[in-house]
DNA sequence: TCCATTTGACCCTC
DNA sequence: GAGGGTCAAATGGA
């Protein structure tokens, strides 16, 4: 275990690294008269390096240490790498027995704040289509909670669900909880759309945006398309390459930010490798109370990653940067509780971050 | 008629 | 037994 976590901290210092002199190289090219291949080259190799390099530290993170189930007590198996066994293998028995049966998914959630003013702000989504299913009082709770699966769960067997909760303290945030991996064919679109714009966020809009336009006055169903603010607690890990940042870019202006409160992505999201299924960042939740809302995709000035390793439940805060992909990364300054994986990063000093 | 939501009941885990 | 997650019948809208 440890030899193995060794080589993945130096693989991921390696691709950090790497990273770096792409990124310098690219500066470079930016100052001199090269090609635009030359730059989009340097740019693609960037992305990978880095992609690699949080896919490793997803490693790094459920090498942490064990992990709970976070919010509820389901009895959802330890993580463990690959795909989480128990998705689709339950099918296989009894339906009665399965269908009820506590599956073991990968596992975050967001913080969503609601834009008070419109109630609509721009056209977000996720580009999933979600279905709700159920609604529940929860103990403790102020406010129902509602549970959604993907709409093409049947046709597609895809098993992606969605539990969305008002907080208590502010009942204008949402709390989403996803849980497992679309496996519709609208994921493997926005995975597509999202090598697209890992530059630049532009793509899942057509699809809220019709779905406003055909829906607008079911709020609960746009909640459901809709994203923000990430507070990201997952279990499991899938790492199929493939879902990597599937639409993980933060092109946002200061004034789109205000909506949203939080952006807190957890050791579990990054282990899911940020996005197993993870929607893109601007979701908005769904609420028995309103059936659509969106929330800006703001705040990611302020973003922030809540690593929460369940062994203990002790939350620390990764300072990420302002936007994936319109900050510096080497002031991440990623801390983990376990001891045997703390890291105060700085690219001037990758040595450093595995002492 | 189709599809999504609602809601009570059932099942599972703790 | 409590609490949470899911099912499935009932209901409503397009």
Redesign the pocket.
Known sequence: MEKTMDWEQKTLISELIQGKELANQLMNQLQLPSSQENRDFLVAKILSSYEKALSLFNLGANFVGET??I??????SPRSFGSPTSEIGDHDSN?????????T?PRWSEKVKVCSETGLEGPLNDGY?????????????NHP?????C?H?HVQGCLA?K?V?RLNEDASVFEV?Y??RHTCSQSSQLATASSINKLGFKGSKNTLQQHEK??P??P???L?NLGAGLKVKTEGLDTREDDIFPLFSFPLTPNECESVENHIFSESMIENNFMGSFPPPFISP?T?ES?YFSVSPCHMSNFGHNVQTSESDHTEILSAPTSVTNSPIGDWDLRFDKGDFELNFSFENPDQLFS
């Open positions: 709970k189930p919010t509820t007590g389901l009895s959802e339906h009665k027995n399965i269908s009820k049966k506590r599956k998914f289509s979600w279905r709700k299913y159920g609604q529940k009082e929860i103990l403790g709770a909670r509602s549970y959604y699966r709409t769960r669900t539990q909760q909880i849980r497992g055909d829906n006055k079911q609960q169903d746009m459901s769904a028995s059936n």
